[in-house]
Structure formats: structure tokens, C-alpha cells
């Protein structure tokens, strides 16, 4: 089944006797002023119908997270829909929809991943869910590949809503506060603040 099997949090924890702790993750957000080719690239997508995840995912997320990393591309590169296959055993297996590699101009993935977009039609709390697993997955890449990493960030979505996540080794936190696609400078700022600190 892979990653798409954890469906809820309380199933990761089970699994992976993790911890989850709600706090503030990002304090002092800036805004960051989005390009014309993003407002733009927005305003097409709102006047096609934003049915399903696929949809959403092609003509809002994706254009989101290619902002942020054309904002950081001196040291990151996205990867979308690549297979993160470390314990099949433990489903932690499959692609994910996106993540930062911090290692820029990258063509093939490698270590470490810094950051993880899950992307769930309308339920967010799936989303988070099958996030932490990823998160988890990468932290055992980086590890197989000779880069730990302490902390690792994800982001779970519907498109509208985002939600921050930070994994600091056995311990997840989720970010009380949600950020919205109609508020996109906070956003990008949000995402700006996150990547300041990997």
C-alpha cells in the first residue's frame, strides 16, 4: 500500500511511537509579494473547475511551490511525484507529491530532503497523516545516504488550506496556525520563514 495507507495520525503514531505537540512554528511570517506570472497563472486556474486533487495539484500547488523554489533556488530543487521507496515493509514506500532537496540544481534526487508537500482533495488531516509517514521516510533516506537531518518540515494541503509540520527526531509538531491560497503573500512568506531555517 505504501505511504497512502496511513490515512490518519493516530496510525502513524501507533506505527512510529511518535509524539505530536501543537505549536507556533513560524513567528515573525514576512509577506513576500508574489510574481505577475503566479497572480496571473492563479487567475487562470480559478476560471476552470478545481475538482480533484489532480487539478488542484497541476494548477495551484505546483505554481505555489515553483515560486518558492524559483525564490530559493540557490540552494534547493523541487521534485514532484518521485518514488521514496526506504521500508516497503513499513509501507513507507511511493511517491510523494512534492519535496526540497537541499541541494540545488539537483537532476536526480539526493540527500538530504528538507521539506514535504502532501497534497489531499478536501481533507487535511489526511494529508498531514500520510506527510508525517513521508517525513519519516526521508529521515531514513538521509540517514541511508550519510545526511542525517535533525529537523525536517512538511506541509499538508487542499489546494486553499496549508498547514505546516516540523519533525525534530521522534517528535512532530503542527503549526496551530493555517495559512490560506487567498492570502498568498503570507503564504510564500510562510514558506520563506520555514526554509530559512533548514
Known amino acids: 500500500m505504501g505511504y497512502i495507507n496511513y490515512k490518519t495520525l493516530r496510525k502513524v503514531v501507533d506505527k512510529f511511537g511518535i509524539k505530536v505537540r501543537r505549536t507556533t512554528l513560524l513567528d515573525q511570517v514576512p509577506t513576500v509579494t508574489p510574481s505577475d506570472w503566479l497572480l496571473q497563472t492563479i487567475a487562470m486556474a480559478n476560471q476552470i473547475p478545481l475538482s480533484n486533487e489532480k487539478v488542484k495539484s497541476e494548477r495551484i500547488i505546483s505554481p505555489v511551490l515553483s515560486e518558492v523554489h524559483q525564490l530559493h533556488k540557490d540552494r534547493l530543487t523541487l521534485f514532484s511525484g518521485e518514488e521514496l521507496n526506504v521500508s516497503p515493509q513499513d509501507d513507507l514506500n511511493g511517491a510523494c507529491d512534492f519535496f526540497f532537496s537541499g541541494v540545488p540544481d539537483a537532476y536526480l534526487l539526493e540527500a538530504p530532503i528538507v521539506s514535504l508537500t502532501e497534497a489531499k482533495d478536501e481533507d487535511l488531516e489526511y494529508g498531514i497523516a500520510q506527510c508525517t509517514a513521508q517525513m519519516i521516510g526521508a529521515q531514513l533516506f538521509n540517514e541511508a545516504a550519510g545526511q542525517p537531518t535533525t529537523v525536517l518540515w512538511g506541509c499538508s494541503t487542499t489546494a ?8 525534530v527526531e521522534k517528535t512532530l509538531y503542527v503549526d496551530e496556525a493555517s ?9 510564500l512568506g510562510a514558506f520563506h520563514r520555514m526554509l530559512e531555517q533548514v
Open 179 to 187: 495559512y490560506s491560497i487567498l492570502k498568498l503573500e503570507q503564504l
Open 160 to 167: 486553499v488550506e496549508w498547514k505546516f509540520l516540523k519533525m
